[in-house]
């Protein structure tokens, strides 16, 4: 069954530091979101983006955030200048088509801001 | 001050029973809606979804109910085992809002022997 991954799966980084996170969605969906979960929070929605352009994007997705599609296979999240508070597991999730709704997970990266 | 984590609410079901796993959702407008399953250090893994044209849906060892008329949805886990330990997540979502998710809190599932 085809899935989402995601590189690395740990990442370790000075405040201040520039961080790029990695996915590679299922090769035939049309449709990329990031979210991400601080430890013992829930799930919150970051961006989606689709036709290598951001089709929606939250509060959280400030300036220090971008995201795009490199080389028409890896998604990527990019974080500028991180924060302490930007620790959290980054989920990539990928969607077929608008008619199909069900987004597939990566297994996440693990971010720690020290 | 650092923020304090959600204190997932738990539900210890002995091997074999049933279990049901509540959720009230936010939006009126939402048209999707995805129950996901979450192991430790693992991301979100879909078991069942549901459209609001239905109020009823069943899987393999799993149904879920959706009550528009007060926004909850419901999901039931037969004959539960070991293996679905784990936090349970509802999710909603829009497609005239581009299908973003809107994860529900969660809940704790611990499956006894």
């Known amino acids: 069954e085809p899935e989402v991954t995601q590189t690395p799966s740990h990442q370790v980084t000075q405040m201040g530091q520039e961080v790029i996170l990695r996915c590679v969605p299922i090769?035939?969906?049309?449709?990329f979101y990031w979210y991400r979960q601080i430890l013992g929070q829930k799930v919150e929605f970051l961006v989606s983006?689709?036709?290598?352009?951001?089709?929606?994007k939250s509060e959280i997705f400030d300036d220090q955030f971008s995201v795009e599609r490199p080389d028409g296979s890896n998604f990527t999240l990019k974080i500028r200048s991180t924060k302490l508070e930007d620790s959290a597991m980054y989920f990539c999730?990928?969607?077929?088509?608008?008619?199909?709704?069900?987004?597939?997970f990566g297994p996440g990266t693990r971010l720690l801001v020290l | 001050g650092e923020s304090v984590g959600l204190h997932l609410p738990t539900l210890s079901v002995q091997e074999g029973d049933n279990s049901i796993i509540n959720c009230a959702y936010s939006?009126?407008?939402?048209?999707?809606f995805i129950w996901y399953k979450q192991e430790s250090g693992k991301g979100p893994q879909f078991i069942i979804d549901?459209?609001?044209?239905?109020d009823k849906r069943q899987g393999q060892r799993v149904t879920v109910l959706l009550n528009k008329t007060v926004k909850h949805l419901s999901l039931q886990i037969a004959a539960t085992q070991p293996g679905d330990s784990a936090v349970y997540f509802c999710?909603?979502?829009?497609?005239?809002?581009?299908?973003?998710?809107?994860f529900g809190g969660g809940t704790r599932v611990l499956v006894k022997p």
């Open positions: 999730a990928t969607l077929r088509t608008t008619y199909q709704e069900t987004q597939y």
């Open positions: 549901i459209r609001s044209n239905m």
């Open positions: 983006f689709y036709n290598n352009e951001i089709s929606e």
């Open positions: 999710a909603e979502s829009m497609k005239a809002a581009g299908n973003k998710l809107t």
């Open positions: 939006n009126s407008a939402s048209d999707y």
């Open positions: 090769s035939n969906h049309l449709y």
